[in-house]
């Protein structure tokens, strides 16, 4: 009996406590869900009257003593002071009236009577033909102006001014009346300005010697001779001028992918897809140093043009920074969730740019060794960079398109579309030609400033070698820019110049002022 009380009671209090439990759990969501929070607070007369009452004395106490009159709808309503119906149309609502402390006439001339002595609102059609007949203002004539215009030039020349166009008329007048209605003036589209005429560049030369895909090329400061680095695992450097072989140079296990003279001291520079980056001493022809680092094969390397710093960049998704005399890595740039396969540098901020297949561009902190900037405007793999020598601005290639973008924090200009294909070389001259390799073979040429594409190259292949092995791997310029070098897959090196006879006359600019339809991303 004992033990069946004790489990009676043991029930009850399980029942009681699961019994609480439900019952609170029930009162806090009730307690959450009654009160709706996003609710506006409700209104609260007397605060509203004091803070009207406030609002009226800080903002119309100048204004509170004067009478204020409502129209009725049974009033009649008068001609304005010209004799037109604008101020009041039939059917308009009710409109407020206007009293002065002393009756006051509506207009100069008109009598003062019981009904002029009222002054009605004018309808929007009045003000709107009020503003035109205006003449307009010094005020609003020198608020406007933002250059000088013609006129003023030919004043000031002393020449006779040019007739106004038919519209200026109508300009004018909507000027006159204070303000402008986008609306009511037709908008010229925006146009491409008529490019630069450059000369066409005809093939000059092609020099043969590699064995394999030739893949990088550096010219040297002197503008004597050239490098180049090439699938065949050698280096060889060329006679500029005559397209002679001068030398050879062995030591990678693999591809040459990148190679760069010193303007600053007699080396030579070379990478490869041996992980690999060397100094060569181009005295003794020997490599003297060589920076260990990359975890895979590196595809690019640079020159810092004012220090003795060399930037490397790597399938590990990595750019290396290094001290060239002490073989120390500087920094280590990461970021790129991708190979990194184009570095350039430069002596202004930001001093090193890294392109990838990750799609972006990041501008690089040489001091902190930290991102500056990420361009994400590129949907395709970025393979080749290039800095307009003048200007402070890059031009990156990608397979969806070419983008150029002004430093320091890399803001978008504009597309330069059209070439399509994969596009591996970029270089620019400081007349402002832009050159892109793709890797079907075709070189297209640009105007910098305007984006148009002059000249479109496709130089056939090498004798023995397959149409498919026609692909632009590197280009340069020479020094002198008046050779561009090109770096192919069909093993050999070709020497383009511009055509000297060619004038504008013979060769036109095929241009149109076309509407832009750049995308702006």
């Keep these: 009996v004992k033990q069946r009380c004790r489990i009676h ?7 009681h406590s699961v019994h609480t439990l439900v019952f609170r759990s029930l009162k806090r969501t009730h307690d959450m869900f009654v009160a709706d929070h996003a609710k506006p607070v409700s209104l609260d007369e007397t605060s509203h009257k004091v803070k009207m009452a406030a609002k009226l004395r800080a903002d119309y106490s100048a204004v509170l003593h004067m009478p204020v009159l409502k129209e009725g709808k049974d009033r009649p309503l008068g001609s304005n002071m010209h004799g037109n119906q604008n101020y009041a ?8 009236l206007i009293t002065g ?6 207009g100069p001339g008109v009598a003062l009577t019981a009904d002029t002595q009222i002054h009605r609102n004018p309808s929007k059609g009045g003000v709107h033909a009020m503003a035109l007949a205006l003449p307009p203002s010094q005020a609003r004539l020198d608020a406007s102006r933002t250059a000088a215009s013609v006129g003023d030039i030919h004043r000031h020349a002393g020449g006779a001014e040019r007739s106004p166009a038919p519209h200026s008329h109508a300009m004018s007048l909507l000027e006159g009346g204070g303000t402008k209605n986008s609306s009511l003036v037709a908008r010229k589209a925006p ?13 000059f030369r092609v020099i043969s010697g590699h064995l394999g895909w030739v893949r990088s090329i550096a010219v040297e400061p002197g503008n004597q001779w050239f490098v180049t680095g090439a699938g065949d695992r050698t280096i060889k450097i060329w006679d500029l001028a005559s397209g002679k072989l001068k030398l050879s140079l062995t030591g990678h296990i693999s591809t040459v992918r990148g190679v760069a003279v010193s303007t600053r001291s007699p080396y030579l520079f070379s990478c490869g897809e041996d992980k690999q980056v060397k100094c060569w001493d181009l005295e003794y022809n020997k490599v003297i140093r060589h920076y260990h680092g990359h975890l ?6 640079d020159l810092h043009p004012t220090i003795d710093v060399l930037v490397t960049c790597s399938r590990d998704a990595t750019a290396r920074v290094w001290d060239i005399r002490s073989k120390a890595n500087v920094h280590t740039l990461s970021g790129h969730t991708n190979t990194v396969a184009t570095v350039r540098c430069q002596a202004a901020e930001p001093q090193i740019i890294t392109g990838s297949h990750d799609s972006t561009i990041r501008l690089w902190d040489l001091i902190a060794g930290k991102t500056r900037a990420t361009l994400t405007n590129h949907k395709k793999s970025v393979r080749a960079l290039a800095l307009h020598p003048r200007q402070y601005t890059l031009a990156s290639g990608s397979a969806d398109n070419i983008k150029q973008w002004t430093f320091p924090d890399g803001n978008f200009i504009q597309n330069l579309s059209g070439h399509n294909a994969i596009i591996n070389a970029m270089a620019v001259n400081s007349d402002g030609v832009l050159v892109s390799g793709a890797d079907n073979g075709t ?13 479109r190259i496709h130089a056939a292949v090498q004798p023995g070698s397959l149409d498919s092995e026609s692909g632009i791997f590197a280009c340069m310029f020479d020094h002198s820019e008046s ?4 770096a192919e897959a069909d093993k050999t090196i070709k020497v383009y110049k511009e055509d ?6 013979s060769h036109p600019i095929n241009w149109k002022p076309e509407i832009l339809k750049r995308k702006r991303f």
């Design 443 to 455: 070189i297209h040429l640009w105007d910098w400033r305007t984006g148009y594409n002059f000249q």
């Design 296 to 301: 895979s094969a590196v595809y690019d390397l």
């Design 89 to 96: 149309q039939p059917g308009d609502d009710p409109e407020y």
């Design 9 to 15: 009671q043991i029930l009850d209090v399980q029942k």
């Design 500 to 505: 000297d006879t060619a004038t504008e006359e």
């Design 483 to 486: 050779r561009l070098i090109t």
């Design 101 to 106: 402390t002393h009756a006051y006439p509506s």
């Design 191 to 203: 146009t491409m300005p008529k490019p630069q005429w450059h000369a066409p560049w005809k093939l």
